[in-house]
């Protein structure tokens, strides 16, 4: 502390010597200098100091460089350039050069710093690519393993699917070969009848075939020969059974019974069917005669002939099996707007009488 007071006194002294003037404050308070004026002074005044202080800088490191004498005469045997190297100015120089060469090192360690840090950067985005290639890679596989494990369940359902349809092939052949046989009898039956009923084969596929019934009945019934031949459907399912349908679009004629079975079984019912068909083919032909004529209705299952006479009137004829050889017609009931009248006396002459007759006696009749 004192040597920085001892400094102090010393620049104070050297300024008094230079000049007083430095070492008196400037009046600011002069009212009467204008800024610019105020302005050039001090830039002046700036100058001056920094002079001054070089001055001093350079007397200081003077007066480091006597004190570090011994003797007067080493002052007088060093010469002049190495006082000036070895004083203050020297080391100023030599720090100089060293912050210079530390800078161009510095400089020299910042571009290969850069260019590493640019090198890295570009092996970052390298290693950034190829992690993204490595992600897409993965994925793909991921999704290719996918496919090939759905890939594997499909041929496994697959093959699950070829073994049932394989064992369903078997079983369609063997129906096939149990169908064919059938065909094959059937066709044998058929040509055999053929001219006893005169059955027709319309069509014939594995899902079942057509046939026509042209019966030949007895020469004693004449109305009979005049009876629409019968379409006859048969159905076959995929167990081999069969199932006879009836045209009724064809015949009134309605199949008696259960009409279904086996394969084997179709023989027997095609004759049943065609016997009571020729049974009946009599009672048939007259019934599509008088349907030209009067307005009747026919029920196969009660063998009931429904006529209407009028809006008002119905009339209802039973009759009875294996008609016209088994027995006569009779009239179960005659009904006026919804009331049964007594038919007591609504007999016709001959009471063994046809169809036909008991139709004209209703239609005559006046009672009625």
Request: net charge negative; with cysteine.
């Amino acid at each position: 502390m004192s040597t920085n007071l001892a400094t102090m006194s010393e620049v104070e002294t050297v300024l008094q010597r230079c000049d007083p003037a430095l070492l008196v404050p400037s009046d600011e308070g002069d009212e009467s200098e204008s800024a610019g004026e105020k302005l050039l002074f001090l830039q002046d005044k700036r100058r001056v100091q920094k002079v001054l202080w070089r001055q001093l800088f350079v007397l200081d490191s003077m007066m480091c460089e006597l004190e570090g004498l011994q003797s007067p005469q080493q002052f007088l045997t060093q010469t002049h350039a190495t006082q000036t190297e070895s004083g203050a100015r020297g080391r100023w120089k030599a720090l100089k050069g060293d912050c210079r060469k530390l800078t161009e090192k510095s400089e020299e360690l910042l571009a290969t710093l850069l260019q590493n840090m640019q090198t890295i950067n570009d092996k970052r985005q390298k290693v950034m690519h190829l992690l993204q290639q490595l992600q897409a890679k993965k994925q793909q596989s991921e999704e290719t393993q996918k496919c090939v494990e759905k890939t594997r369940k499909a041929l496994q359902a697959c093959d699950g699917q070829l073994n049932r349809l394989r064992v369903e092939l078997e079983a369609q052949l063997r129906h096939v070969e149990g169908w064919q046989q059938s065909k094959e009898a059937f066709q044998t039956y058929a040509a055999a009848v053929h001219e006893m009923a005169q059955v027709h084969l319309l069509s014939f596929n594995q899902s079942g075939m057509s046939l026509e019934l042209r019966p030949r009945p007895p020469n004693t019934n004449r109305l009979s020969n005049q009876v629409e031949p019968l379409k006859l459907s048969v159905i076959w399912s995929p167990d081999g059974r069969f199932t006879l349908e009836v045209d009724p679009a064809s015949s009134p004629w309605q199949m008696p019974g259960d009409a279904s079975g086996r394969s084997g079984e179709l023989s027997a019912a095609l004759v049943d069917a065609v016997d009571n068909f020729v049974g009946q083919a009599g009672l048939l032909a007259e019934i599509q005669s008088l349907r030209n004529s009067f307005p009747i209705d026919w029920n196969p299952a009660q063998r009931l002939l429904v006529y209407l006479k009028s809006a008002s009137i119905l009339c209802n004829l039973e009759v009875p099996e294996g008609y016209p050889d088994s027995g006569p017609v009779q009239l179960r009931e005659v009904q006026r707007d919804g009331q049964v009248l007594n038919i007591d006396t609504l007999q016709p002459q001959n009471p063994d009488g046809s169809l036909t007759e008991w139709l004209m006696f209703l239609s005559n009749n006046p009672l009625i």
